[in-house]
């Protein structure tokens, strides 16, 4: 039976590097990035490409990309989009390709690079995700992106949904992994709720988006499943 | 308003350093260095040594001392004593000066030693040190030892029930001790039941030293607070 471990945030990455290349990694970075990733496949995107900094950003600008860049919760001056899933709308997206840089979530795809498969996790694809892990039928390793390195509550509580949908056919015997479940178990009758509390959240509160909160929460509402793959990352699930 | 945050584990210490030396820090590692060490203290003994090495503590016996270390949960051959609160009777510390190698807890310790108080927390003493926190009225980081860096459930637990105690009178915003509470009330209503699935308690159960966890989860049993201080621990509790 294959494991599942979770990585409570980049701090803790080099513990569980050895086997990488055999592990299936799944990015969580709920407020906002891999949500956002989520719904702009959904809404029609072609390619995103994760960059470390605004710069590389903007310099795709000039060959037909659009650019996203957040820092600090707030879309950069000047960039086409920043981090908020609905700004990916049909119209602004669909067809397109997107260079993007986030706070977190880029730099946890990249340093999961050398994994069997880097998924993108967010609430929207849960289940689309979670059947494809269980079919591949590896160990898989939930990457919560934190913020700053510091562990995050709602990254942690993604992490524990994911291990209970696939608690019966994956043995869980990591102390991160079991936490995660049951703050999902406390957490999952109002996510909302249980999620105002967490320190991102009000973050979010002070910079006026609290409407993404919500946008972030919705529990399998969108059927892609966004691979992170040379350096790029395309939507490898048929719907 | 002081504030309480944790690290969960060593691998997070260097995001909390900055301002280290006006806050005070608990070392908690439950299973056993921190509980063993609290019983000593109330046993009698004089002065506890914290080494990184084995061969330290082997070297300290020529002194008179007594030389205690424990490797991967075991005594290693040809020491007085191992880690097993169990083992630390009047009768063995009483008066004594004992040099102690542990695998996580002494780590822990020599990497707080810049804070203002270090304080070694466990079940045993919970009264007793969130009384003194409350008093100090410092910053208090709740700091994790872990095993081999990675998160653990019993230390994490430990955190949440400080926090709890302490919750009316600080300030208590980060996500990884609200998780901590969480975890704790959960856990709360039946410690050593909680506790049957964390990863070192089935490490326990190999090695057939299950009687140590009930010692180490009996709530407010001691009064005693050892202060690590100038490289040494000392009972700082005027009881």
């Given at each position: 039976m294959p494991s599942i471990e979770t990585i409570?945030?980049?701090?803790?990455f080099h513990l569980y590097?050895?086997?990488?290349?055999q592990k299936n990694v799944v990015v969580i970075d709920i407020l906002r990035a891999t949500t956002t990733i989520c719904v702009a496949f959904a809404n029609g995107a072609k390619e995103i490409l994760p960059v470390a900094k605004p710069e590389e950003a903007a310099s795709m600008q000039q060959m037909g990309w659009i650019a996203a860049a957040e820092r600090q919760g707030e879309t950069v001056d000047?960039?086409?989009?920043?981090?908020?899933?609905?700004?990916?709308?049909k119209e602004r997206v669909g067809g397109q390709k997107i260079a993007l840089t986030t706070t977190n979530g880029t730099r946890a795809l990249q340093m999961s690079s050398a994994a069997k498969h880097v998924w993108v996790g967010s609430f929207l694809n849960i289940k689309t995700l979670s059947d494809t892990l269980r079919a591949d039928n590896s160990d898989v390793l939930l990457f919560c992106a934190g913020w700053k390195d510091k562990f995050n509550l709602e990254d942690t509580v993604f992490a524990g949904a994911v291990a209970c949908l696939l608690a019966e056919t994956f043995s869980i015997t990591d102390d991160a992994t079991l936490a995660a479940m049951d703050l999902y178990q406390q957490a999952e009758a109002d996510l909302p709720g249980y999620l105002q509390k967490a320190s991102h959240v009000n973050r979010f509160k002070s910079l006026h988006i609290e409407s993404d909160l919500d946008a972030c929460l919705k529990t399998n509402t969108l059927n892609v499943l966004p691979e992170f793959k040379n350096g790029t990352i395309q939507n490898c699930h048929n719907a």
């Open positions: 409570l945030s980049p701090a803790f590097e050895e086997g990488l290349e000047g960039f086409d989009l920043g981090n908020s899933p609905q700004d990916y709308t």
